[in-house]
């Protein structure tokens, strides 16, 4: 199976900040990844697939980039809603495998 | 509204069963291959079996193939059948429609259901 390393484990930033979190795969996964929001009690919300691609709905401060085997989930300046768990996924192979998570937290 | 309801989870001892249900609304089920994830505080979101549209073509995560079956019919319900529980099939798991857009997103889970409890426990 394909394994997904996500760092940090845990984010600490302010509202306003600009924040990065990595992941990435075990072998390459093309751009066949997704990037999900989890808030406490409810289930995870798709955020960008293939990479880099918006999913409706979602804001733009939210971005994308990668390929291969390292992928980044980008927010442009964080809002107080965004402070939640993230996950990415990657589906390039039917066993579909997510990574461990990021925690971000308000600093 | 688009919609998915789980129900079916609760206490059950290891080696017993338990049956999950997904009840869909406000789509149309039978375009849309289907999906259980779990998750767990220690190990995070696993992806647990998918199934395409007509019930034809099925997957598992290697440590629940041969004991959980996916299944769907033709009232927009989707299932699971766990046999053989084990302690550590304990987890919260969620229905999930895998998400439609031309292809680039096949594979990704657009709609979730609020999960379901399975407790595996003696």
């Known amino acids: 199976d394909i394994q997904m390393t996500q760092s940090p484990s845990t984010l600490s930033a302010s509202v306003g900040d600009r924040v990065t979190i990595t992941c990435r795969a075990s072998q390459s996964i093309s751009s066949w990844l997704a990037w999900y929001q989890q808030k406490p009690g409810k289930a995870p919300n798709l955020l960008i697939y293939?990479?880099?691609s918006l999913q409706s709905g979602v804001p733009s401060r939210f971005s994308g980039s990668g390929s291969g085997t390292e992928f980044t989930l980008t927010i442009s300046s964080l809002q107080p809603d965004d402070f939640a768990t993230y996950y990415c996924?990657?589906?390039?192979?039917?066993?579909?495998?997510f990574g461990q998570g990021t925690k971000l937290e308000i600093k | 509204e688009v919609q998915l309801v789980e129900s079916g989870g609760g206490l059950v001892q290891p080696g017993g069963s338990l049956r999950l249900s997904c009840a869909a609304s406000g789509f149309s089920f039978n375009s849309y291959w289907m999906g259980w994830v779990r998750q767990t505080p220690g190990k995070g979101l696993e992806w647990v079996a998918n199934i395409q549209q007509d019930g034809s073509e099925k997957h598992y995560v290697d440590s629940v193939q041969g004991r959980f079956t996916i299944s769907r019919d033709n009232a927009n319900s989707l299932y699971l059948q766990m046999n053989s529980l084990r302690t550590e099939d304990t987890a919260v798991y969620y229905c999930a429609r895998t998400a439609l857009c031309g292809g680039d997103c096949y594979g990704t889970f657009d709609i979730w259901g609020r999960g379901t409890v399975v407790t595996v426990s003696s």
């Open positions: 996924q990657q589906y390039n192979s039917y066993s579909r495998t």
């Open positions: 293939k990479a880099s």
